[in-house]
């Protein structure tokens, strides 16, 4: 038996992966990163650069091969520049007539700081500081409040020109009177130090490399890759089966958000499962024992009458009756431990009376299946007792379908029930695929999917076992 | 009696007795709702979860509520004023304006001191100064996420390029720490838009004279937030607020309650005067009963518990048993609730309270201005399918058949609740004469011919080329599935053919950011009182791809009549003649070129418990919290009288399901 079960946990390792290429595909191939991006953006009109960073920060772009081709020209230039003698600023003016994206606002593009710090080992922060240490660039408040100075003497420069030319000076020139720092005269290029060879830092370049809103959104946006199918699936099945399930879309913890609503689901669907098992297997043995008869048949009409009911219905029924007029039970609520449950009794009544029709319906074929067998007739004729034929026997067999249908139910039970969860106020999880379907919240479906996956696959291996246990007959090899 | 019958007995009588245990203990645990005697509770519940308690980032109502509780930004409303003024929150008085309007300048209270928590030194909340109002607006401006950027894009002096600057470079940083210190950096930067000029004044500069400026200081996006939390929390800030409100959040159980309680350290301030010129309208109640709060300490309840019930039932019924404070009215509930526009007599009899006032929601169809068909380039003809349209639409009877009488026939584009609102005047398109809309068309040269019930226009004398519009309908709800089928109707009406589109929302708003629908059924909520936020909306300049000004009406006349009037302050009795003046004159050339067919206003229905204070109902100002209280003990009083467990139905249900499974046990019994 411990081979067929180590057999079967390793069947699925490729069932897993097979479900995760799947829903990989699904997820992806259908709804591709970028049109999620600018969905979930969607309401303020997202722009080409939102959605990069959007696809940027949830790892689904990365550098792409114009982007590479970009940095690879800088380097090119500064290389040359250091031996030509040119000055960071001679090359920057290269770049951008060439119309290359600098990504950073240090100047130094984002992808070089981090090479760069990973090659010396350090965080790109690290890197940062120390450099500013060693006077290579400037962090400090002095060098932005400089670099501001330099702009702004820029500014008047270019209305003084404006002014030469006989156009009225704007009113602005007014208004900045006050800021006697703007009289400072302009940084030279000269007084910028480069930490690579010829590569400017200082705070504040970006504007001076993209000059317009629109320029730099392009030069942004056009430094990544759409994406990378083969690293997006990597990535995606790599993060699963290291547990790494992110962050919903509020920014809450994938795990965070199960743990919270784990318990209230499993403490209204545990009992409610148990209670509605227990009673419609009870029915279902009289309405099978007396085949044929009015009980037989009156037990058929009751449970058609409630499968007919509507869940949704009868959930408003009761609760307005039950709950509102009567008051024997609270309208809705949920608390901590065994509490919970002066809150829980009417949605687990309902849910057994609402599953009720369709579970006596179903037993009672799977006992008639039995008792129709030759083993039973043999039985009877040796005169064994009707008790000891029912429980000893038919009901020993019939536990073989019953395992088969509990693992595909219990499985699902820990994701609660949406319509009971909404209309009781019960802090479940029921309502979060749903939500995580309609927010398009990947992070959280494709946990639930892999986590439902991983329940899935154990509860069928455990049916097969308990089949071996059951049933004799059945031989695990 | 064989041995094995005696086993089946058991069991049939297992059933009836579990069946009646079950009822009777479920008959005890009833109403056991903890009623918080002797302390002031306020009990409201919420459809969903806040998004996030980051005031920088969500602006979704349910949070900005919530945020205000813990939050405080420099303005906010008055809580008596109608029309809605802007009065001193965080600063110490109104602003002083100068340099034309660009700069203002604004001195701070000085008793204001951030919430006790671990992030302070010795947990002890630090006072309020300059520094953290500069700090707070670079935040909000180096934040990638923030869904409120447009109150800021492009009226600050060089806070968009600070915005570039931030966004680049935090841009693709995943790690904390890291972000943090980049942030950190960024912060140290000084920034035009705001700086300090001393411990407690703070000197914003804007890009161009912006006289609605106050209105966008009371917005959560400009909370006041302390430097030390947001760096000791991280992203985790979002469910740890740390402010100076007057609430500080005690408990946020996901999906369940969010339970504020108050802030000790909150600033002094009591229950304002009711103001000697107070009318009870709009909502408002009459003054008697606002007078027992005055002078009292804000805020006035001990506790806040935010209930997160999604089901519109049951909120309902909660609210009907007395576990929830206030409620509105579902549409399933309302004929139970209203009848002849007042409360039922059941509903009195509980003490329900019914508050009825004006939302500033305006819901129109937006024509495209660049449709080659019905825009500008269709010239004389395009002008009177335009208008006959408008004529077509019986407003009232959309707001009596579809809303419960829940709203207002848009006789302007300005609210009732705003200063500028003229009852004397009717925008000529927003009434209803579908004969005077065919009469347009006819006399635009348009053939028209009934085909049954229905009227048909076509351009030409052969009946070829048909009248039609199409319109998009926003969202795929059954209210707009309602709307849309109301539009159809409404174009047949002046022989239009009408096709109403009904689209998921994101979609729906992608084309009109694109321009490429013909005509759209627009909403609008306003977002400060001032005219200026909804004749924006038809501003020359927001007439582009993602501008708001969605059927692309570009008028020089009324664009120079807008920059006009945008400058005007609402609140100063001699500008407002003026502005009213201009308000007008804008509805008249909009009359000529009819870019617009307005439809109707919301009404909101709220209902209250007696056991409320009487609160001022306000769409602009969420920080009204503070000013809500419930007396718990006459709340416990009255849910004890409404207690009632008639007997009867619970006998009756036992008694039929007993008599039930007797019969059938019997049955079994027989048939052994």
Redesign the interface.
Known sequence: MWNYVIRRLLYAFPTLLGVLFLTFVIFFALNPPKKRA??II????A?E?QIM?WL??NDFAELSESGHKKIDRRKQLTDEAATNGKTPIDVLKQLQSENIAI????GTS?DEIAAKAKAEGK???ELLVAWHNAGLID???AA??KD?ARKEAQKKKEEAEKAAKGEQPE?EGA?KKDDAAAAEPAAKPADFTDPFAGTEIA??E??FIAES?SD?EVL?ASDYAEYNWGRLLWNYVTDLLTFNFGETN???PVTE?LG??FWPSLKLMIPAFLIAEFFSL?FAM?AAL?RG???DR?LVIASVLLMSISPVAMI?FL???F??D?????????AEGFAA??YL??PI?IYVVVSLGDRVRFNRILILDEVGQDYVRTARAKGV????ILFKHVLRNVLIPLITRWAVIIPNLYLGSLLLE????V??LG?LTLKGVLNLDLNLVKTLVFIGTIIYILATLLADVLYAIVDPRVKLS | M???AR??HA?MSL?PMLLAC??S???C?????DLHVGKNVVIYSEPSDP??LDPHRAGDVVSSRNVSNAYEMLYEYDYFARPQKVVPGLAADLPEVS??G??YTIKLRKDVYFQDDPCFPNGKGRQMTADDVVYSLKRFAGL?DT?G??TADGKFEGL??FR??A???T?????E??WI??QR?LM???L?AVRKIDDFTVQYRLAEPFPQFTYVLTMSYYAVMAREAVEYYG?RI??NPVGTGPFRLKDW????EVVWERNPNFRKQVYPEIPKDFEAVDGLSPRESYQPFVGKTLPLADEVRV?????S??AW??F??G?IDFSGIGSDEFTAVIQNEDLTDDMRRKGIILKKYQRPIIEYIAFNMNDKKIGAEGGEKAKAIRKAFSCGMDRQRYINDFLNGRGTVATMLVPPSFPEFDGDYTYKWSQFDPEAGRKILTDAGFTLVKEGDIWQAYYDKEKKEKVQLTVLCRGTSTQSKDMAAFLNDSGRRVGIETNAQTMQ??EF??RQ?EGTGQSYNAGWVMDYPDAENIMGLLFGKNAVD?GVNSSRYKNPKFDELFNKMKLLNPNDPEELVEKRKLVLEMHKILEDDCPWATIYFQKQYRLNHEWNAPNAPNDFFYGDVKYFASDSAMRAQRVAEW????LL??ILLVGFLALASGL?FF??YR?E
């Open positions: 600018a969905q969607g309401g303020k009109g722009t650069l960073q940027a920060d990504r950073s606002a240090t984002k965080s790109q922060l962090l400090t408040l932005a409040e501001t009113k208004d705070w504040g970006a504007d809103t730099w942004l509020e920014k809450r958000v919270s609503g009870f009289f007396y008869t009015k009980i009156t408003m609760q307005k009756f709950a509102s009567w008051q024997y039970f609270p309208i809705s609520g949920y449950y002066q009794i009417l009544f007792g009707q008790n000891t909404s209309f009781f106020g802090p479940g309502d | 064989h041995t094995s086993w089946r069991l059933f079950f009822l203990v479920s008959g645990s009833g109403g056991d709702v998004k996030s340099e034309g660009r700069v990638p869904t950027w447009w968009n390029e570039e600057l966004l680049g470079v841009a693709g940083v995943k790690d720490v890291e210190a980049l950096e140290n930067r000084p035009a992203k979002q469910f159980n996901f999906n369940f209930k997160i019930i999604k089901e039932q049951t019924l909660n009907l048993a576990n929302f994101p708003l992608q950011h993602h207690q009632e467990r008639p139905p619970g059938f049955k079994v048939q």
